[in-house]
């Protein structure tokens, strides 16, 4: 079994930073891509952004500047620091890796962070 836990949401101001973090545990032989999603009420689930296991990344436009996402390969683990928080992020935050076992490759999925960001 492979689980993806996140850590790191809560309820911040404004202009203010958080950090989320995501660990993959379990049988796993080789984790390609990692990335981060977003879901707000109402709302489909977007795309924030992603890195590879070389390092390279890519981000929603809408976070471009703001949002920093780093992975320790080590730990198995995803980060996404977020700075200059908008209300506007506020949502439901998803860690997402695509995880080699035994030859086979597919997509795992956390659980989910809230994120809140107060006006």
């Known amino acids: 079994q492979v689980q993806l836990v996140e850590s790191g949401g809560g309820l911040v101001q404004a202009g203010g930073s958080l950090r989320l973090s995501c660990a993959a545990s379990?049988?796993?032989?080789?984790?390609?891509?990692m990335g981060w999603y977003r879901q707000a009420p109402g709302k489909q689930r977007e795309l924030v952004a992603t890195?590879?296991?070389?390092?390279?990344?890519n981000y929603a436009d809408s976070v471009k500047g703001r949002f920093t996402i780093s992975r320790d390969n080590a730990k198995n683990t995803v980060y996404l620091q977020m700075n200059s928080l908008k209300p506007e992020d506020t949502a439901v935050y998803y860690c997402?890796?695509?995880?080699?076992?035994?030859?086979?490759?597919?997509?795992?999925w956390g659980q989910g962070t809230q994120v809140t960001i107060s006006s």
């Open positions: 997402n890796a695509d995880i080699v076992r035994v030859g086979l490759s597919r997509d795992y």
């Open positions: 890195i590879t296991s070389g390092g390279s990344t």
């Open positions: 379990g049988s796993i032989f080789r984790i390609n891509a």
